[in-house]
């Protein structure tokens, strides 16, 4: 069965402490229910995006590390759900729920089927 | 099929479950409750087209479900008493009813889904029946799916599901959670309709194979949810562990054309590796939970030692005796006995594989076991008594009518050298 990413898009200045307890609440009792329908492989929250740090390789050979996420943009991947789904619709169904449930845009990709892609 | 429908399909997936197992919470009838979803599923191949998917779809169909249940509790009443003056209990029950049903909709609970899998795979039903109704009812799948899963025309598939629920409303099993001793009894039961299903996916060698392969994706699921509603119970999580361990092989299981690769001779890099953590893991909860003694704990533990061997000849083949041991302490069959003397021939030579062969009870089950003459040629081979061996191989081809199997076979035989003392 593949894999696929949900991951929840939040803006920048998003603040996690005005999370309402509605809100809370209806993400635990999403996790319950993947859990509960074996599709939940594993989930996890990032902390600010300002706090990221990038790193990239100069021509020289010398790796850089500079302050802040790797692309300029006003949302950035704030958490992530990773699905065992039967296929992209199943998927998408999920995502639905996340994004009800998250009060937040999700994308939904499925990861890849060659052994290089594969999640291991 | 359309986008929509194909969405409306994936949510229906996800949310029947629950749905039926919080209707049936009413009803106390899962046939009833399974009928009820269908009609909610109906409304919403009908108007989610127009509408949209709704934002809620769960509680979207459990009030669709609900308006059918009081729909139908007027008609019943209806028939059932003329007069008129039945009318305000009538209103206050379906105001019963349907407060009743907002409530399981609020919290429909892992209980529920429990009952409804104690129900589906209740004593009282047939084994095939209890197979149909729990990929029906916590599956997710339609009756024409699980018809083509297991090769029966669907209208066959249809009778054997209404004839299961008919069943249990005759025989008014309630809907519970067993306890206590009845727990572990049933429990038994439902792990082996899991498992059934599983290796009817897993052994299958006719049919549509892709469809068998969703077979064991479904025991899988099904695995996966037991555990985490029963997360206490060494058994459930020695099950998954063995199912995660035997799938993360099937890639490797298919050569060319079709043919079916041993377990010994697999491309162990077209192994999934996460699944086989995840067998890890679960075998690890059933050992702290159980001290690995149950039979599908050992079962997977088995496995366990072939999942960890990074070549064929790493094999704990020792490790996996004494697991055989164990197993047939607790569940002696002459099944499992031919595994262990192929086991104790890897670990001990070929010679001592043998005397573990003949010393089996002449169980009637091995009688025309086609697998009890090849091992034997097998053994016979490596101890280079070659025509006992040829004569041995011939038997079992004899003896088998699955044609991948026979192919199999015939290889072998052909590898078997002539040689002049054999002349």
Known sequence: MPHYLVAIHLPDNYDPSAEGEAMVSDIDVLNEEMEAAGARFFAGGFGAPGNAK??????????????????????????FWILKAADMDEALAWGRKAVIACRAPVEVREFGRSSAQKLL | MSD????????????STRLIAGIARVTRDIGIAEELAQDALVAALERWPEEGIPEKPAAWLMTAAKRRAI??????????????????????QQQRLGEAMDQALDQVIDDDVLRLIFTAC???????GRIALTLRLIGGLTTAEIARAFLVPEKTMGQRIFRAKRTLAEAHVPFEIPRGDELRRRLESVLSVVYLIFNEGYTATSGDTWMREELCNDALRLGRILASLLPGESEVHGLLALMELQASRTAARKGQNGKAVLLLEQDRSLWDYVQIQRGMAALHSAQELGGGAGSYTLQAAIVACHARARTAADTDWERIVLLYDALLQIRPSPVVGLNRAVAVGMAQGPNAGLAALDALDPDPALTGYHLLP????????????????????QRAIAMTENRREQELLSEKLKQIPETKQDA
């Open chain 1, 54 to 79: 990038s790193l990239r390789r100069q021509s020289e050979g010398e790796v850089v590390i500079t302050d802040g996420p790797y692309l300029e943009a006003k949302e950035h991947v704030g958490g």
């Open chain 2, 4 to 15: 929509i429908h194909k969405a409306i399909e994936a949510v229906w997936k996800i949310e």
């Open chain 2, 71 to 92: 729909d139908s509790l007027r008609r019943g009443r209806m028939l059932e008493q003329k007069h008129g003056e039945i009318a305000r209990e009538l209103e206050y």
């Open chain 2, 122 to 128: 209740h004593p009282v039903l047939t084994v095939e």
């Open chain 2, 374 to 393: 090849s091992v034997r040629g097998d053994l016979l081979l490596k101890l280079g008594r070659f025509s006992e061996a040829r004569e041995e191989i």
